[in-house]
């Protein structure tokens, strides 16, 4: 049985697309056949982030008004197996997307995949409405900070009301899970920065993760590689228990350090790992 | 031993990152804003096709590959098994 699961959070800036490269990276590195499809029409980057940007031939919009087949669209992953990406147009806007089209593409793609990843867009117009529309779950990405929690309470809001399974009106919701980003353990524990307690108890939602502020996802992104795959990174060992807990898996919430500081031998020699 | 190493440098992720996006906005900003060529392409490939033999909608495969110095356009055309030409 295929699941949908956006990744979404109102306010851009905070992961959406390095979480969704990470997650769906890390679900296909778990043996699952899963496809991540960019829903940022017209403002395309998640080929950049899964390192496929010149790769990419036709699109999601293509396949949608039937100038492509599927197959043609979807770009296959040359470091993971049973990794799939389905990028969006970078000239058409978000009118192109349509809830029958959108629909259409993502039945054609539950009968061959495992996992089906949504990139939202940020904000709450038609692009991120349909990102969330015919979702399972919902990923809510959401920065420990006041601009990001308040957006997020609001799109909990509209996954509860306009989405496919909130409108079937039999009780079904997405289930939606938290997943906290660029957290600082120090500046938290300093009073700083809200804790993980203090985000949970506005949203009141369960936490999928915790990923830390770590220099290795601007690196990752320089290089397009989902940061999941960086096994020296603190972040990208978050982002493993993350998928982990996904999937179904219990495993025990851990801050990590985002990442290690370099010693004193290992600054001497120079050395970068 | 102190201050140097013996390995060939590594160009640094900035560095790729921003030959990454030279190559890609080299090609965005030449194409501009015109609508995707490719689809009408592989149309117009199939019709020509098809005057002269009987091929399937999804038989042409069109693919594209862009590095620096260098974009190629592959063009995968299925022909049918018993080649059977249109007189």
Known sequence: M??????TSGKGGVGKTTSSAAISAGLAMR???????????????????????????FDFINVIQGDAKLKQALIKDRRLENLYVLPTSQTRDKDA??????????DELREEFDYIVCDSPAGIERGAHLAMYYADEAVVVTNPEVSSVRDSDRVLGLLNSKTFLAE???GSAVKAQLLLTRFDAQRSAAGEMMS?????????????????ESTSVLKASNEGQPVILDDTSGAGKAYVDAVGRLIGEQIEMRVNAGEQKRGFFQRLLGRTA | ???????????????TAKERLQILLAHERANGDTPDFLPMLQRDILEVVRKHMQI???????????SDDLSSLEINIEMPSTSSRKT
């Open chain 1, 2 to 7: 295929s699941k949908v699961i956006v990744v």
């Open chain 1, 31 to 57: 043996g699952h056949k899963t496809v991540v499809i960019d829903f940022d029409v017209g403002l395309r980057n998640l080929d950049m982030i899964m390192g496929c940007e010149r790769r990419v031939v």
């Open chain 1, 97 to 106: 997307l349509t809830k029958e089209g959108v629909k259409a593409v993502l």
């Open chain 1, 168 to 170: 079937k009106g039999d």
């Open chain 1, 196 to 212: 993980v307690q203090d985000v949970l108890e506005i949203l009141a939602i369960p936490l999928l993760g915790i990923i830390p």
């Open chain 2, 1 to 15: 031993m102190f201050g140097f190493s013996f390995r060939p440098k590594k160009p640094s992720t900035a560095q």
């Open chain 2, 56 to 66: 399937d909608g999804d038989a042409v495969d069109i693919k594209l590959e862009r």
